[in-house]
């Protein structure tokens, strides 16, 4: 059969027909141009709309032309906005029409919220049925939920952004694609698409980068005729449809097309491809030669036939309204075939009405293939009749049913199942001004040549391409509705399902059941019983028969009680009451379905289900801080409730509590079981009562008849030791004590921990350190106190002492030990103390040493007194002396004292005494602004006879340096082994000086080059210093490397110097006073037949009165000799340690000695117990040892 075009007879007076919508039922509403009517065409009763019967108006109450519509999943139609309405133009109002009362009434759209959704506004249903609205001239986008009667904005990520969609929508087409999201095309220039996506609620690109769409589809604008011409806006773009291949088919004003190619995920962006252009202008005019010069589709319709081709309309581009607009004329039907993507192609046949521009024409696909067209033509409504090539579907297309009911009863609804229910597009499509979607289920029943439509509404969805998913639909069979035997069929945008055979009668038994709570028993507790009522209603007009009502699966807990007795009959409108009982065997979910048959021709086993917990009690453990006591000392306890809460439906009972460790103690229960009621909780104490010290846990057991089995709740514990800290004042050093004397310090026990400390004993290493005598003990130390303990230090001899004190408790650690020290004053020398001494004019005797308290001390005695010690650095208020510095001393003329040592500073320093000022001290370093001396550097000294003073030293620059000062001068640095141009000083040399009669100065030192050089001055006016090597002058033997030098003239002022030479023995290099003399070199250990001297032994030496030479020294055997010599006489040697049963020097020991006005000899050294010693010689007793240390 060819294309057939036929002008609809009987259009109601008055109706000039624009957009037109297939009801659920069949029938079209078809709406007034710029009106508020509509009508309704209901095929008749053949299923012909040319023929159909028309009714009406049904009137809106506003105007409206150019708005958004559709049919709701419950088949009610909607119409939004309006360009032009007596409401006033762009109106954002609404209505909702009800098809069957066919009345129209306000839709409830929120203002102002939602007043930027007006106009002739773009809209697409969702697949959800919801309606996505697009804003007008704003990017606000939002959806109406007609189910919930709401309005929310859309495009947000649920509120979570700002909206995304690029611009306003109008003049957009919007169209359901089959993965649910809503495609669009931009008005703009170039090309620009977006897509809503529901999943999300975020517009996203509907693109590739780079761009895949780069078809202009939407027509901005056009130049007219005008000199010079005008170019005239457009802004328009044509409509857009999806093809059963999924791809969508987008025509644009232009007359270029495009298809996309939707992406396998509806996040992904997708992509185009080129379509083919509309066939060219036949104008001559060229208005639309930028693209082209092609026929142009600005505003118009398409619609997607059964076959899988598109039928479209476009046209010639004209000029209308003095050209200050473009419109696209006549409207010619065309034919685009997809499996071609070729020009599209026009239909043989065209409607009679085609002579308006393609904007006031509409498209509507009808259940049977068939297609109306309206062009706004008053009374004027084509049908077009297509070749049966064009409405031929593939197989595959086809909607299926797949349950539906076999009988039915006039006046009642049913639900059909089925796949592709909807089809695979929307099938009619125009753009902003118009939709008219028919993507539902419409439901076809015939018998013979009788064929009706029955209303469907409430379908599971409104998606397209849906695929092998079941969905359904309600089907309302009218009461007028003949009885007999029908082929029912679903069919989707004209393509029908194939037939199924269905029963209607106007008597039938029907059943229906209500459901006590829906047979949900909720939780019954093991050994009870719950009940629930089964109503069984005949909703029929015929007698129901019910068979049996029994339990046929699941959970044989579930009982349908015996009475009433089965069979049974319900008269038509009654109902009968069964009951199930719930007896629960087990604590689980049960579950049971329950069967009734009847003679329902529908329905005729029935299946419920029941469902129902095996309710047990649910014991809960709570424990405060997660099970923690905390520190809990020992002795004492902590009580820290248990709740035990039930969380079950059923009684709780408690059978039993345990503790898996004795340091946590369970509560002590009368008797057992304890039942806590359902919700209810109890709280029992648990003890922490610690029996040792540290770290305590325990698992406590509860069991009770929770069918789960025993709960547990780990608890646990600190039982705290107490920590005793010791602290006493100065690190424990209880300072210099006088022997005989004591002093007491506190020892102060601190308990850092949170328990009590007992402290049972303190014990002292040494008995010079007393702790003491508690009566009391134990003492107790609460946590975070202190106690204070008096030790004494009560010294017994003389120098450091040290002890460990130790104390018991029961610190886990225990015992603590502290050290204690102490110094028996006067201090004993220091390792490695330098010794000088001289005497005064009165002969009292004065000898320095550095002391093991670092300062240096003086031990004096005068004629007929005792020995003392005096604190020479503390009298003097000086800087200390470094531990083992060099001593040089002397007196002068009015017996002030002076003693000079290396400072902790580096410095030379000057002590010095005078009666009436006692002791005080210079920096003779700064004084002189001299180089600083090598800290181990030897000192030695001498007054001249006008009392000036000389210090010789080695400075850090390796050479030898005199500090001097005269009686009322002050004090200077001489570099003498600058001024002498004399040998370098070995850095680590002893120094030796003396004057002679006439004030000339020697110094001797020994060189780099290993000999002994002598150093000297006269005392005339222009003297200066020269250097003389004594070893090659007298041609002696080398000193040893670690030789000490001691010196000395006789009354005659010949000089000696004593050294130890490399062979370990003691020289004497000497030089008469007399003109021509020379220096020579005796070896007076071989002269007097002596002990060899200990290397690196001290020397010290002098004359007597009578002339006799006196010089001392450690020998190999450890003791004290003297080598003396008598005027006339011979080198001897004296072991003057075993002449005096004196203690024994120390290996290193000093050496310093004088003789006083009755050439009695002294000399010191330190002794064996580090005590400084003095052997004296006296005519009478012989030599003597005296214990200096021990004196004072």
Known sequence: MANKWKLISGVPAGLTPDTMLLLSDGSVLVHNTSGAEWWRLTPDGAGQYDTGAWAGPFTMANTRQFFASGVLRDGRVFAIGGEYSDAGNDTPLAEIFDPLTNTWSSMNKPSPGFDAINGDVSACILADGRVLCGGLSSNVSAIWDPVLDTWTVAGTAFGTAATNKDEGSDEETWTLLPDGTVLTVDISSPPKTQKYDPGSDTWIPADSSPATLTQQLALMS????????????????????????????????????????????????????????????????????????????????????????????????????????????????????????????????????????????????????????????????????????????????????????????????????????????????????????????????????????????????????????????????????????????????????????????????????????????????????????????????????????????????????????????????????????????????????????????????????????????????????????????????????????????????????????????????????????????????????????????????????????????????????????????????????????????????????????????????????????????????????????????????????????????????????????????????????????????????????????????ELDIAAGSVWADHDVTTLASAVPPIPTTALAGFRLSDDSKHVFFIGTDGDVYEYYFTAAEGWVYNDVTALARAVAPVATSELTGHALGDDSKHVFFIGTDGHVHELFIGSSGRWADNDLTALSGGATPRLTTTLTSHRLGDDSQHVFFIGTDGHVHELFIGSGAGASWADNDLTALAGAMSPNPATALTSYRLGDDSQHVFFIGTDNHVHELFIGSGAGASWADNDLTAMAGAVIATPGTALTGFPLGNGSQHVFFIGADSHVHELDIGSGGSWADHDVTTLASAVPPIPATGLTGYPLGNDSKHVFFIGAGHHVHELFFTAGPGWVDNDLTALT
């Not at 498209?363 to 090539?389: I, N, R």
């Not at 040290?802 to 225990?814: E, G, M, R, V």
């Open 222 to 857: 056009l130049q007219n005729n005008a000199t010079p011409p005008v170019s005239v806006n457009i802004s328009e773009i044509g409509p857009a449809v999806v093809l059963p291949n999924g791809h969508l088919f987008a025509i644009g004003a232009t007359g270029h097309t495009a298809l996309y190619v939707p992406p396998g995920s509806p996040t992904q962006p997708g992509s185009w491809t080129a379509g083919p252009d509309l066939p060219p202008d036949t104008s001559g005019n060229n208005f639309n030669s930028p693209n082209g010069n092609i026929q142009t589709a600005i505003d118009a319709p398409c619609v997607l036939l059964p076959g899988g081709k598109v039928l479209l309309v476009a046209g010639n581009t004209v000029a209308e309204k003095n050209a200050t607009q473009f419109w696209s004329n006549p409207s010619i039907v065309y034919v685009y075939d997809p499996a071609t993507n070729a020009t599209p192609v026009a239909l043989d046949k065209q409607p009679a009405n085609n002579t308006t521009d393609t904007w006031q024409t509409r498209f509507l696909l009808l259940p049977t293939g068939q297609v109306l067209f309206s062009s706004e033509e008053a009374g004027k409504l084509s049908l077009l009749t297509p070749d049966a090539a064009l409405v031929a579907p593939d197989p595959s297309w086809r909607p299926t049913i797949t349950s539906f009911p076999s009988s039915m009863a006039v006046g009642h609804h049913y639900k059909l199942h089925g796949t592709q229910l909807n089809g695979l597009s929307q099938a009619c499509a125009y753009g902003d001004d118009a939709q008219m979607a028919t993507n539902f289920p419409i439901v076809q029943l015939t018998m013979g040549a009788s064929v009706h439509y029955v209303r469907s509404f409430d379908f599971s969805t409104l998606g397209i391409a849906t695929g092998p998913a079941v969905h359904s639909t309600l089907i309302d069979i009218p009461a007028s509705l003949p009885t007999g035997d029908y082929e029912l069929r679903v069919i989707a945008n004209g393509i029908p399902s194939d037939p199924v055979t269905v029963t209607v009668a106007a008597q039938l038994p029907q059943i229906a059941v209500a459901l006590e709570d829906d047979l949900d028993f909720a939780t019954v507790c093991a050994g009870a019983r719950a009940y629930r009522t089964l109503t069984v209603f005949n909703v029929g007009n015929a007698d129901l028969i019910v068979d049996t009502v029994s339990n046929i699966a699941g959970s044989g807990d579930f009982t349908v009680l015996p009475n009433p007795a089965t069979p049974l009959t319900i008269e038509s409108g009654d109902e009968v009451d069964f009951t199930i009982e719930f007896t629960p065997t087990t604590s689980a979910v049960e579950t049971a379905t329950i069967r009734i048959t009847s003679n329902d021709p529908v329905t005729p086993n029935l299946d419920v289900h029941a469902t129902g917990i095996g309710g047990a009690p649910a014991l809960e453990l709570a424990f405060p801080d997660t099970g923690q006591f905390g520190k809990v000392c020992l002795g004492s306890f902590v009580d820290r409730g248990l709740v035990l809460n039930n969380r079950g439906p059923c009684d709780l009972q408690i059978l039993a509590i345990s503790s898996s460790s004795p340091d946590f103690v369970p509560p002590g229960v009368f008797s057992y079981p304890l039942v806590v009621a359902a919700g209810d909780s109890i709280e029992l104490p648990i003890r922490f009562q610690p029996t040792t010290f540290g770290s305590k846990s325990s698992t406590i057991s509860v069991l009770s008849n929770d069918p789960t089995g025993p709960k547990t709740v780990v608890v646990s514990g600190t039982a705290p030791a107490p920590r005793s800290t010791l602290i006493v004042p100065d690190a424990g050093d209880f300072g210099e004590v006088r022997l005989g004397k004591f002093t007491d310090r506190d020892l102060v026990i601190n308990n850092q921990g949170p328990c009590q400390l007992t402290i049972t004993g303190i014990v002292s290493s040494a008995p010079t350190f007393v702790p003491p005598q508690i009566a009391g003990l134990p003492l107790t130390v609460e946590g975070g106190g202190s106690v204070e303990v008096p030790i004494r230090f009560q010294p017994t001899h003389r120098g450091a002492a040290a002890a460990t004190l130790t104390i018991f408790s029961n610190d886990p650690s225990s015992p603590a030990v502290v050290g204690v020290s102490g110094t028996g004053w006067p201090p004993l020398p220091v390792a490695g103390t330098a010794l000088e001494g001289f005497r005064l004019s009165n002969d009292s005797q004065h000898v320095f040493f550095t002391g093991t308290d670092k300062f240096l001390h």
